[in-house]
């Protein structure tokens, strides 16, 4: 008897305890601000051509919903969703149970607030803290709103296969309103958000009937509906009048996402006129543009890994396309705007621009080899190369850039001093607050990919600023302007020094290079049809490569979203999506490299040293220099046909070389 008295206190103090905390986290969630939540009214997105894009329906109110979609979700979805407080603590421990044993994170216990709460304001990693904060959000959503406006909220949010919302679902899938749909159709649309991929019917009508019946027994088993209505509507036939819309593309929707986030950040829109709907937004999209990058991803088995990336014309900083990740219907997280990760070696050329500022030049060289940095506060750092191959002696800025050689990076980075790569990134408009730190130069802190490219356009345009944008204009649905882009030009870098770097930037792909190490971009070099300006950067966890001439600068970034390592295998999917992307991109079109400015010359030297090219020296290179700062030239060579060939693109006597090294890549 006094084991089963313990063991009852045990239980009672252990309720105290839960309610104690329920109680607590009730009047946290009462005295934090109120999530709001946003209804999706009606608005329409046009490109730069003024072709309509993409528009979408009003909300509808949870009693315009059809009983059969209602019950339907809920018994699929969330059965006890009118009695629970936010989340289901006997479903969280089984999960918890079972993704302890099981050593993943693959069951899921979330309910239909908990789905809401990670659709309005989280991403779709599978952590523990996001997890807890989705619950903690949900929570937040039930001391805040009633049941039935969450509900209505859920189904008006949430993905039935690329349609978004149960009225536009119903539209589509069946050219109804949603609260005209029978048993069958119900049953059809309410199994399609746990897999939107898999249980389309009009992806794979096999998978989305099975499906179908799932919901029809788990109906039946809670005895929403009769046994001779569950035969009926497995039974029945459904024409679906909707189709595959070409015109809608994942790509797309992670565009309108981004369109709808910098509509959000207008001060000049007022709430009111987002709530009457019918607002008509003039975007800068470019369809040709967008289809060259759906293109660079697809036929590529990505796995788990993600992509983004970011077209931009360096000119005015409008977005011409743009990929949010791999698949929209699995995730809607826009990685491309609202991702941060290390940048990498993609940060050097705002190194090496600021180090041009400073005096050096494109022959400027250090000794590159194995090299512990000491500092006074008895601290060191070891930067070691990529292959932990060194040229063990000078090595020339130019071909720094080539390999991408960390140990020039960090001397010139130290050189400088560690506040003039900042001040340099700050101002071609990198938002951060970087820290001054040796490792900087190695890209070690987190930027989001639309900043770097927005970055890297000052140097495509040759030193202007450009504030990175999708939307041109806004008007109401008469027609009167509320809102239209400004374009402001600001010089911000020098047009010389800017040259000097861009060409310094096709060294990564340039078989001169081709020496005790191999160019970071020659395995690109066999696409090429244009001339470019290119960056790659690696870390453990993320991939990289920008690019640019003077039309167009396209940036690419892949990596897991629960920031794993990369494996080996996915080195080079950032590369082939951007050469894919930037070739199909300038397919149809006419592009040209910069010319040369009036106070740029050329001297040839030799490419790894820098040192003056003698007559004799097998390779030799063009260098660019502001005039009265290039070595002095002893001996004559024909420059201009020299130079002629370097704005060439073309494999030459080393193309034996550069095969092999595709070949191992």
Same mark, same amino acid.
């Given at each position: 008897?006094?084991?089963?008295?313990?063991?009852?206190?045990?239980?009672?103090?252990?309720?105290?305890?839960? =309610?104690?905390?329920?109680?607590?986290?009730?009047?946290?969630?009462?005295? $934090?601000?109120?999530?709001?939540?946003?209804? &999706?009214?009606?608005?329409?997105?046009?490109?730069?051509?003024?072709?309509?894009v993409f528009n979408n329906y009003s909300w509808v109110e949870l009693e315009d919903i059809s009983d059969n979609l209602i019950k339907a979700t809920l018994a699929t979805e969330d059965k006890y969703f009118y009695k629970h407080i936010g989340f289901d603590y006997l479903r969280i421990v089984k999960a918890m149970f079972n993704n302890l044993t099981s050593g993943s994170l693959s069951e899921g216990a979330s309910t239909i607030t908990q789905q809401y709460a990670r659709n309005l304001y989280l991403n779709y990693d599978k952590t523990w803290t996001r997890k807890i904060e989705e619950a903690l959000l949900a929570f937040e959503l039930e001391t805040h709103y009633t049941k039935d406006e969450i509900l209505e909220g859920y189904l008006n949010t949430i993905n039935y296969g690329g349609v978004f919302g149960i009225e536009n679902a119903?539209?589509?899938?069946?050219?109804?309103?949603?609260?005209?749909? $029978?048993?069958?159709?119900?049953? =059809?649309?309410?199994?399609?958000?746990?897999?939107?991929?898999?249980?389309?019917?009009?992806?794979?009508?096999?998978?989305?009937?099975?499906?179908?019946? $799932?919901?029809? $027994?788990?109906m039946y088993n809670n005895e929403s509906i009769t046994e001779e209505e569950f035969n009926d509507a497995i039974d029945t036939d459904l024409n679906y009048v909707g189709i595959k819309n070409d015109n809608i593309t994942s790509g797309k929707l992670y565009f309108k996402d981004a369109v709808l986030n910098e509509l959000s950040t207008i001060a000049s829109i007022p709430e009111s006129i987002l709530e009457t709907g019918?607002?008509?937004?003039?975007? +800068?999209?470019?369809?040709?543009?967008?289809?060259?990058?759906?293109?660079?991803?697809?036929?590529?088995?990505?796995?788990?890994?993600?992509?983004?990336?970011?077209? =931009?014309?360096?000119?005015n900083g409008e977005v011409l396309a743009l990929i949010g990740g791999t698949n929209y219907n699995e995730s809607q997280f826009n990685r491309a705007i609202s991702a941060k990760r290390q940048v990498g070696s993609t940060m050097k050329p705002f190194l090496y621009y600021a180090a041009l500022e400073s005096g050096f030049t494109s022959a400027s060289s250090f000794i590159s080899e194995k090299t512990t940095f000491s500092f006074s506060t008895n601290k060191t750092y070891t930067p070691k190369n990529y292959n932990d191959k060194y040229a063990d002696?000078?090595?020339?800025?130019?071909?720094?850039?080539?390999?991408?050689d960390n140990i020039f990076a960090v001397k010139t980075h130290l050189f400088l001093g560690e506040e003039?790569?900042?001040?340099?990134? &700050?101002?071609?408009?990198?938002?951060?607050?970087?820290?001054?730190?040796?490792s900087l130069a190695l890209g070690t802190e987190e930027i989001s990919l639309m900043e770097m490219v927005s970055g890297y356009a000052s140097f495509a345009n040759l030193g202007n600023k450009v504030n990175s944008h999708l939307i041109r204009r806004i008007?109401?649905?008469?027609?009167?302007?509320?809102?239209?882009?400004?374009?402001?030009?600001?010089?911000?870098?020098?047009?010389?020094?800017?040259?000097?770097?861009?060409? =310094?930037?096709?060294?990564?792909?340039? +078989?001169?290079?081709i020496d005790y190490n191999y160019p970071t971009m020659i395995s690109l070099l066999p696409k090429m049809t244009n001339k470019y300006a290119i960056k790659s950067g690696t870390t453990n966890t993320d991939m990289w490569i920008i690019g640019y001439n003077q039309d167009a600068v396209l940036g690419v970034w892949t990596g897991y979203d629960d920031n794993r390592l990369v494996e080996s295998t996915d080195s080079s999917y950032h590369k082939e999506v951007w050469i894919d992307g930037m070739e199909g991109?300038?397919?149809?079109?006419?592009?040209?490299?910069?010319?040369?400015?009036?106070?740029?010359?050329?001297?040839?030297?030799?490419?790894? +040293?820098?040192?003056?090219?003698?007559?004799?020296?097998?390779k030799k290179k063009l260098f660019y220099f502001l005039k009265g700062t290039e070595p002095h030239v002893d001996n004559e060579y024909d420059l201009d046909a020299v130079f002629k060939k370097e704005n060439s693109i073309s494999v030459d006597e080393d193309e034996e070389k550069l095969e092999e090294k595709v070949e191992e890549e």
């Open positions: 008897m006094k084991i089963l008295k313990k063991i009852g206190k045990f239980f009672v103090i252990l309720f105290g305890l839960f =309610m104690l905390f329920n109680f607590g986290l009730y009047i946290y969630c009462l005295v $934090t601000p109120k999530l709001e939540i946003t209804r &999706n009214q009606s608005y329409y997105l046009y490109d730069n051509e003024n072709n309509l119903s539209r589509y899938y069946f050219n109804k309103s949603a609260n005209d749909l $029978t048993l069958a159709e119900a049953s =059809m649309l309410a199994g399609i958000p746990q897999s939107p991929s898999n249980y389309s019917p009009l992806y794979n009508l096999d998978l989305a009937k099975k499906r179908q019946k $799932t919901v029809l $027994t788990l019918g607002i008509k937004i003039y975007t +800068t999209l470019d369809n040709m543009a967008q289809s060259s990058l759906e293109k660079s991803i697809e036929d590529k088995d990505f796995g788990e890994l993600q992509v983004a990336s970011v077209l =931009m014309n360096p000119d002696g000078p090595l020339s800025m130019g071909a720094a850039i080539a390999y991408s003039n790569l900042v001040s340099i990134a &700050n101002r071609v408009g990198i938002s951060n607050e970087l820290e001054a730190v040796p008007e109401d649905s008469s027609g009167n302007i509320l809102y239209e882009y400004k374009e402001e030009e600001v010089n911000i870098l020098n047009e010389n020094l800017v040259y000097i770097l861009n060409e =310094m930037l096709t060294y990564t792909y340039d +078989t001169d290079f991109y300038f397919s149809n079109k006419d592009t040209s490299w910069y010319d040369i400015p009036n106070n740029i010359v050329g001297v040839l030297v030799n490419p790894i +040293t820098g040192e003056l090219a003698a007559e004799d020296d097998k």
